[in-house]
């Protein structure tokens, strides 16, 4: 199975953009790349997905690399409520044709006033 | 419309009594996960089900089971309560199955004296 490979912890300044990233180098071609994130151990929120193209939506953009070894959720303006785990999950299939998600340990993002 | 609701939401059980947890998908999903989440595990998929049949299972024992009715609720069941089933029990439902953007529920905490 894919693993992903995230950092710990993250600081980032309210309204500066959040950039983090996620290594995933084990991936398959037609494996998607997930971003959750989860506050205070309540379930965990989708946020964006993708699979070789960068994508954005009202939440985040995702930048993921030409060899889609890794990639990268960016939050533009960070505010006080994006502080959270940010799980970057690679969802992987198998030969039944069903999917399981794999999650990784998250990065704790805190985003400071 | 309403989101994915988990039943009870706390919850303390003594060792080796058993324990049913209630999943309810958004209405229109048809498949519901179910994940363990610890400390020191993290994030783990315990299995799926989509049209009332168990389709994928993760590396958990026995003693862990579910059943999917045909509204598409799920209920989980653990057997024999060990210290180490204390975890937040979280189900995410999707439209077709987990190949598509899973949404999860609040999660039951479950303690384990």
């Known amino acids: 199975d894919a693993k992903t490979t995230q950092p710990t912890s993250m600081d980032c300044a309210e309204g500066r953009a959040a950039n983090l990233p996620c290594n995933h180098s084990?991936?398959?071609?037609?494996?998607?790349v997930y971003w959750y994130r989860q506050i205070h151990s309540q379930g965990p929120q989708y946020i964006i997905h993708?699979?070789?193209n960068n994508e954005t939506n009202e939440m985040a953009s995702l930048i993921i690399t030409e060899d889609r070894k890794s990639s990268t959720l960016i939050l533009p303006h960070a505010t006080l409520r994006d502080t959270a785990v940010y799980y970057c999950?690679?969802?992987?299939?198998?030969?039944?044709?069903?999917?399981?998600?794999?999650f990784g340990t998250g990065t704790r993002l805190k985003v400071l006033a | 419309k309403a989101g994915v609701t988990q039943t009870p939401r706390y919850l303390i059980k003594t060792r080796g009594q058993q324990v049913t947890l209630s999943c309810s998908p958004i209405?229109?999903?048809?498949?519901v996960s179910w994940y363990q989440q610890t400390p020191g595990q993290g994030l783990q998929f315990l299995f799926e089900?989509?049209?009332?049949?168990?389709?994928n299972k993760g590396n958990f024992p026995g003693r862990f089971s579910g059943r999917q009715f045909s509204n598409s609720r799920s209920e989980m069941n653990v057997s024999t309560l060990e210290l180490g089933d204390s975890a937040l029990y979280l189900c995410?439902?999707?439209?077709?199955?987990?190949?598509?953007?899973?949404?999860f529920g609040p999660g039951t905490r479950l303690l384990v004296l």
């Open positions: 995410a439902s999707s439209f077709a199955g987990t190949g598509e953007t899973q949404y």
């Open positions: 084990t991936i398959s071609g037609n494996e998607y």
């Open positions: 993708g699979l070789k």
């Open positions: 999950i690679v969802r992987v299939g198998s030969v039944s044709g069903t999917y399981k998600y794999i």
């Open positions: 209405s229109g999903h048809r498949s």
């Open positions: 089900y989509f049209s009332e049949t168990q389709r």
